[in-house]
T-cell receptor, first 112, second 110 residues
């Protein structure tokens, strides 16, 4: 298994909803990443986990809450989002921190 | 000013043309990555370079550490090469953080 999977592919939510994005890899990678990408812009790093511990939080608002329950799974919990949070959320993993990253297809989020 | 600059921002080529995309950076790095992003979001890591040159099929990536510059070349371009190509650098000595270029949007016309 050489891919990173993300669910759901698309998500529409209201500003009062609570939802979660899920990312999974079975390549034995010990580093996992969340990125946010707005249209026609490069990805922006949000969070980095290394060996299931949060390594980097790029000053992301608390309405985004990451969780790494095990080495294969990375969640992003969403609560009280704003319309400007609408974007493509990409997950990536690498064997160890900051080595070649393998990206998932992304979850396209729309906040109404 | 961005730490990573790419040129051109947009590029249209005829099928079969040789294509070059450039990336310049202003910080000390431990590695440079070239990524390919197709419409719809999926990102593929093409190369990771710390020196010299790498080749994979019709793609060639080079890096000059002294000049802080990398190029991605595509030989015999094909419409399926149409994508956004992103240069990303892993900055040394600051927690190994990644910085991304703004991307080059390539369209190859049949």
């Amino acid at each position: 298994d050489t891919e990173v999977t993300q669910t759901p592919k698309h998500l529409v939510m209201g500003m009062t909803n609570k939802k979660s994005l899920k990312c999974e890899q079975h390549m034995g990678h010990r580093a996992m990443y969340w990125y946010k990408q707005k249209a026609k812009k490069p990805p922006e790093l949000m969070f980095v986990y290394s060996y299931e511990k949060l390594s980097i939080n790029e000053s992301v608002p608390s309405r985004f809450s990451p969780e790494c329950p095990n080495s294969s799974l990375l969640n992003l919990h969403l609560h009280a989002l704003q319309p400007e949070d609408s974007a493509l959320y990409l997950c990536a993993s690498s064997l160890v921190l900051y080595e070649t990253q393998y990206f998932g297809p992304g979850t396209r989020l729309l906040v109404l | 000013k961005n730490e990573v600059e790419q040129s051109p921002q947009n590029l249209t080529a005829q099928e079969g043309e040789f294509i070059t995309i450039n990336c310049s950076y202003s910080v000390g790095i431990s590695a440079l990555h070239w990524l390919q992003q197709h419409p719809g979001g999926g990102i593929v890591s093409l190369f990771m370079l710390s020196s010299g040159k790498k080749k994979h099929g019709r793609l060639i990536a080079t890096i000059n550490i002294q000049e802080k510059h990398s190029s991605l070349h595509i030989t015999a371009s094909h419409p399926r090469d149409s994508a956004v190509y992103i240069c990303a650098v892993r900055r040394a000595n600051t927690g190994n953080q990644f910085y991304f270029g703004t991307g080059t949007s390539l369209t190859v016309i049949p």
